[in-house]
């Protein structure tokens, strides 16, 4: 395989973050003002790099992340592979003391090793995991690109970096994540490494927001 650079950055802000509603892969709206700006100070930032391509998820709160770039020329390409996971009958639900404390029982049970384990009518980390690997690996063994770009989700790029990283997904939660936050990566054959964690430093202090 060919080695690569990867900037991977997590979607801009939505509505549904703003508001602590569930989103996933059932769930698709764009982005709110918060988020284009998120994205467009993304772009600010790192329009000098010279990209081959951008990937996202079929989601639209990905593909409207990478609009700037998309503006200016970039080649853009979709992967269902890379959409968020299904959080099931918890999506489009705020999320209340009840809720929350029944996705903090499911995140103990994944950190525990039962990354089987899913939300009822969604899917579970290893699943998400499956469904994942034949886009990363489509996209990492494309021999014309060297630098790209991808936007996912904050679950579903958790798993893709501990797949990368070869963690076991039980230590999926060690990657965090913000709205448009960014790892960069060197991937060659099947090693791979992690130059920046989760920066922000791209995004003015206003901009600047954690959600799940």
């Given at each position: 395989m060919?080695?690569k650079?990867?900037?991977?950055?997590?979607?801009?802000?939505?509505?549904?973050?703003?508001?602590g509603?569930?989103?996933?892969?059932?769930?698709?709206?764009?982005l709110?003002?918060?988020?284009?700006?998120?994205?467009q100070?993304f772009?600010?930032?790192?329009?000098?790099?010279?990209?081959d391509?951008?990937?996202?998820?079929?989601?639209?709160?990905a593909k409207?992340?990478?609009?700037?770039?998309?503006?200016?020329?970039?080649?853009?390409?979709s992967?269902?592979g890379?959409?968020?996971?299904?959080?099931?009958?918890?999506?489009?639900?705020?999320?209340?003391?009840?809720?929350?404390?029944?996705y903090l029982h499911?995140?103990?049970?994944w950190?525990?090793?039962?990354?089987d384990?899913?939300?009822e009518g969604?899917?579970?980390?290893?699943?998400?995991?499956?469904?994942?690997?034949?886009?990363?690996?489509?996209?990492?063994?494309?021999?014309?690109?060297?630098?790209?770009?991808?936007c996912?989700?904050?679950?579903?790029?958790r798993?893709?970096?501990?797949?990368?990283?070869?963690y076991?997904?039980?230590?999926m939660?060690?990657?965090?994540?913000?709205?448009l936050?960014?790892?960069t990566?060197?991937?060659?054959?099947q090693?791979c490494?992690?130059?920046?964690?989760?920066s922000?430093k791209?995004?003015?202090?206003?901009?600047?927001r954690?959600?799940?």
């Open positions: 060919k080695s650079k990867i900037y991977l950055i997590r979607h801009g802000e939505t509505e549904y973050n703003r508001k509603i569930v989103q996933g892969s059932g769930v698709d709206i764009g709110n003002e918060r988020g284009r700006s998120q994205a100070a772009y600010e930032a790192y329009r000098h790099i010279p990209f391509k951008a990937y996202s998820s079929n989601l639209l709160r409207e992340s990478l609009d700037p770039f998309k503006k200016s020329g970039l080649e853009l390409a992967f269902a890379l959409n968020e996971i299904n959080w099931g009958n918890k999506e489009g639900q705020e999320i209340d003391m009840t809720e929350n404390t029944y499911m995140l103990k049970s950190r525990e090793g039962q990354t384990i899913k939300i969604g899917e579970s980390p290893d699943e998400v995991q499956r469904r994942l690997k034949p886009a990363i690996t489509e996209i990492l063994e494309d021999q014309s690109t060297s630098t790209i770009l991808i996912m989700h904050g679950r579903s790029m798993i893709l970096l501990a797949t990368l990283l070869n076991p997904l039980r230590y939660d060690l990657f965090a994540h913000e709205n936050c960014l790892y990566l060197y991937a060659t054959g090693l490494r992690i130059e920046d964690y989760c922000t791209h995004l003015p202090d206003a901009l600047r954690h959600f799940r």
